[in-house]
């Protein structure tokens, strides 16, 4: 893991912080929504890092915690009025409990790697299904919230297009900040101990049914609240979108790509897949083709690349190639 951001790095850094701010200012309509995108999809990814960068723990039906966090705070506000910003804390206290009751049944019954991932798949199918029957939040035919043309009121998250785009950026700032916090503290040693060595970890008296647990329950909040901001932005809900597999496979290519286990990793693999992604929908469109599933075959081209070449991910190659690191024995 690399040591500590180099002067040149921390100058990048700023860079981009500062082009990030001004965007909206200087971009059109389009490109602020695919910025706001490309942003949701950096938050979400490092999310689900928390879990399997950090802790090792492979999860494959992050999308469960996203259509929770979403349905809830969507109800709640379409039914009793509540706000997202008051909602969201029950988005979460809900997410985390099925996170909770996944960890449990996983854990405690030694449910491990690519089984437990199978776990997190299943309770997100099931999910998907019983949503599709719960006509209280609209069921299959899709849950949909207010819309006042030309409003704006942040406190309940109606406004405009920019409005959205400082959201999601504050959004992935504070998950910046509070990885390197969770990284750099005690259970954030006891994450990297739990995924390298868990048998040495125990032995040393780390308790990893409850490292394990809490990794869980943090990054399946964070996710919920990537839910509340996708029901706030779309306004409008399908489990078959919410819940799908698909969805919980573009959660995790962002840190895939960019770099499992690293702080930056995940905002640089949504950077490179999004506007990648965007910019063949758009060549498909103007071409007038009509060619299902290219982009999700794009993406699978790019996460094969991305494990023959570039194992670790772009970042930590990115990072050495531009001394925008200090490695470990380097001078500060």
Known sequence: ?????????????????????VAPFVADRYLVSVLTTV???????QAWNVMMGFSGLL???????????????????????IGPWAGMVLAMLVAVVAGCVIGFLGFRFGVKGVHFALLTIAFAEVARIGFDHITWVGGSGGFFLPVEAGASDPLNLRGSPVLFYYVALA???????????????????????????PDAAEASGVDLF???MTAVAVSSALTALGGVFQAF????????Q????????????????????????????AFILTPLGEALTFLI???????????????????????VFRPEGVWPWLARRLRLVRQPGEGA
Do not use: C
């Open 1 to 21: 893991m690399p040591s500590g951001v180099t002067g040149r790095g921390l100058v990048l850094l700023v860079l981009a912080a500062l082009g990030l701010a």
């Open 39 to 45: 942003l949701w999809f950096a938050y979400v990814g």
């Open 59 to 81: 999860s494959l039906g992050h999308a469960l915690y996203v259509g929770l966090g979403a349905y809830v705070s969507a109800a709640v506000f379409v039914h009793f009025g």
């Open 171 to 197: 959004l992935v700032v504070g998950a910046l900040f509070l990885s390197r916090a969770l990284l750099h503290s005690r259970l954030g040693y006891q994450w990297l101990a739990v995924r390298e060595e």
């Open 210 to 212: 409850r490292a394990r």
């Open 233 to 240: 932005y779309f306004n409008n809900l399908f489990p078959e």
């Open 242 to 269: 919410v819940f799908s597999m698909g969805r919980s496979i573009e959660i995790i290519l962002p840190a895939i790509v960019g770099g499992i286990g690293t702080l930056v990793g995940p905002i640089l693999g």
């Open 285 to 307: 469109e103007a071409g007038g083709l009509d060619l299902p599933g290219l982009k999700q075959l794009f993406y699978g081209a790019a996460l094969v690349a991305i494990v």
